[in-house]
T-cell receptor
Framework: GENVEQHPSTLSVQEGDSAVIKCTYS??????FPWYKQELGKRPQLIID?????GEKKDQRIAVTLNKTAKHFSLHITETQPEDSAVYFC???????????FGKGTRLSVIA | DSGVTQTPKHLITATGQRVTLRCSPR?????VYWYQQSLDQGLQFLIQ?????ERAKGNILERFSAQQFPDLHSELNLSSLELGDSALYFC????WGKGKETQYFGPGTRLLVL
């Protein structure tokens, strides 16, 4: 069935270090992979997304990589700052024009 | 600001009661989605509407129902409320179709059932 697995569920890093969150998906026909950041009590906000015809996309300190063969994609945050502390959700589309399927989230804590 | 609005921001009610949550999508978006997020949990997809029609259904309880009106705003009705229904309820909107899948979330309605 349609499934997105996200790891790890929690992640603590020292300020200035890098953080990596990985998601795997079950449908090889998936073609859109967004990442959302949700601060405590706030709405999820799109921070970066990638489509299946691209292997990597970067926006300042944030990058997403996609490996279609292995069916996984990852979020990379470099030079982490305390304001990066939040829950991050990955998501993917599946065939059949269905809505996004979200991973269960990763709680990132950046320790100053 | 995503352009998606939700009212009310907060709602406190008692078990057994019924409430209605309202969502207005971004200008131009035809699709509306409802999600439930319990404390420290992920986003549980409830239901999607597209241009007034139900498009996809997730793990929505029979006590819950939704609709999308001709002006494209949507309402989520929760009835016979239980303590476990206390959660953040998000609405999101998008265009629809390939290349238009990005969902934009509203600020949410925090429901507390006592």
């Amino acid at each position: 069935g349609e499934n997105v697995e996200q790891h790890p569920s929690t992640l603590s890093v020292q300020e200035g270090d890098s953080a990596v969150i990985k998601c795997t998906y079950s449908d090889s026909a998936s073609n859109y992979f967004p990442w959302y950041k949700q601060e405590l009590g706030k709405r999820p906000q799109l921070i970066i997304d990638i489509r299946s015809n691209v292997g990597e996309k970067k926006d300042q300190r944030i990058a997403v990589t996609l490996n279609k063969t292995a069916k996984h994609f990852s979020l990379h945050i470099t030079e982490t700052q305390p304001e990066d502390s939040a829950v991050y959700f990955c998501a993917a589309t599946f065939s059949g024009n269905t809505p996004l399927v979200f991973g269960k989230g990763t709680r990132l804590s950046v320790i100053a | 600001d995503s352009g998606v609005t939700q009212t009310p921001k907060h709602l406190i009610t008692a078990t057994g009661q019924r409430v209605t949550l309202r969502c207005s999508p971004r200008s131009g978006d035809l699709s509306v989605y409802w999600y439930q997020q319990s404390l420290d949990q992920g986003l549980q997809f409830l239901i999607q509407y597209y241009n007034g029609e139900e498009r996809a259904k997730g793990n929505i309880l029979e006590r819950f129902s939704a609709q999308q009106f001709p002006d494209l705003h949507s309402e989520l009705n929760l009835s016979s409320l239980e303590l476990g229904d206390s959660a953040l309820y998000f609405c999101a909107s998008s265009l629809w179709g390939k290349g238009k899948e990005t969902q934009y979330f509203g600020p949410g309605t925090r429901l507390l059932v006592l």
